[in-house]
Each structure stands twice: as structure tokens, then as C-alpha cells.
């Protein structure tokens, strides 16, 4: 049986912070904030993962509390997903994300995005979506205060 989750996350923008969405580094005057290394893209699907399989979020699984997360690269927490998945003789069907962001562009980065987050998870690149928006200048994303991520996955689960 199929089965589906989905994921949400947000970090905000400041200063003298690194910007990494889906593993690649983007030259921005602005970076994420956060306690790992804040690739909000990538948490967002760690989280839809573990929400296809039933598990617990990726804030719990790891605590922003624990200084092991700290400066994390995020992969760490996406390669968690998938073992996950497997311990329990399942496979990623395909994994599907958009990016909320009024700047920088987005676009460009794509493909090695989408490379990482295969590479990750073991995936062939054509089962993973990307894709990239501005919020059309509204709320948080739209004064760039933040990035907004969401992504679905769809996970087979033999006999569950
Ligand atoms: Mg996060």
C-alpha cells in the first residue's frame, strides 16, 4: 500500500547566516536561521517521510535542544527518513516540494537540489519534484522575513 504524508516548515531570514536549500548553498545577503544548518526544504520532507511512514516529526527525532543537531548539515536528518522507511521494508515512491521565497531566485538552483535530495534518498532524480515561488510580495515570505517549504511523499509500505 501506498502511503502519504505531507510536510511544512519555515526558518527566518537574517544576517550573517548561511542560505542551503536542498544541500546547495546560495549566495544571498541573507541565510537561514536555525539550529542545524536550517534547510528548510529539506526538513520539510524529512517531515513528510516520516509522516508517510507514522513516525514521530523531525523536531522531536531531533531536539534543537541537543548541540549534536548544531550546525548540522540537514541531509543527516533526510538520510534518517530513509532508513527509516527501510527498516520497515518500505520504498520512496517519489517525493514532491515547493519552495516559498521572494528572493533570491530559486530557479537556477533546481536541478542540483533535486540531485541532493535524490542522492540522499536513494531516489532516481526523476522521482523527486522541486519547485520554486514568490508569495507575490504577501505576509512573511512575501517582506522576506522567511522561506516557507511544503512537500508531499508517498511511501510503499508492503502489507501495512
Ligand atoms: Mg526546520
Known amino acids: 500500500m501506498v502511503h502519504v ?17 536542498g544541500g546547495v548553498e546560495i549566495p544571498h545577503a541573507l541565510g537561514l536561521l536555525g539550529h542545524s544548518d536550517a534547510d528548510v526544504l529539506m526538513h520539510a520532507i524529512t517531515d513528510a517521510i516520516l509522516g508517510a511512514i507514522g513516525e514521530v516529526d523531525i523536531g522531536h527525532l531531533f531536539p534543537n535542544t541537543d548541540p549534536a543537531w548544531k550546525d548540522a548539515p540537514s541531509r543527516v536528518f533526510l538520510e534518517e527518513a530513509a532508513r527509516r522507511v ?56 512575501g517582506r522576506e522575513e522567511g522561506i516557507a517549504a511544503m512537500a508531499v511523499a508517498a511511501v510503499d509500505l508492503p502489507g501495512e
Do not use: C, Q, W
Open 5 to 21: 504524508g505531507i510536510g511544512y516548515d519555515v526558518h527566518p531570514l537574517v544576517e550573517g547566516r548561511r542560505l542551503v536549500l
Open 86 to 141: 527501510k527498516a520497515r521494508g518500505g520504498r520512496i515512491v517519489n517525493i514532491d516540494a515547493s519552495l516559498a521565497a521572494e528572493r533570491p531566485k530559486i530557479f537556477p538552483h533546481l536541478e542540483p537540489m533535486k540531485r541532493n535530495l535524490a542522492e540522499a534518498l536513494g531516489l532516481d532524480v526523476r522521482k523527486v519534484g522541486v519547485k520554486a515561488t514568490t508569495n507575490e510580495r504577501l505576509g512573511f515570505v
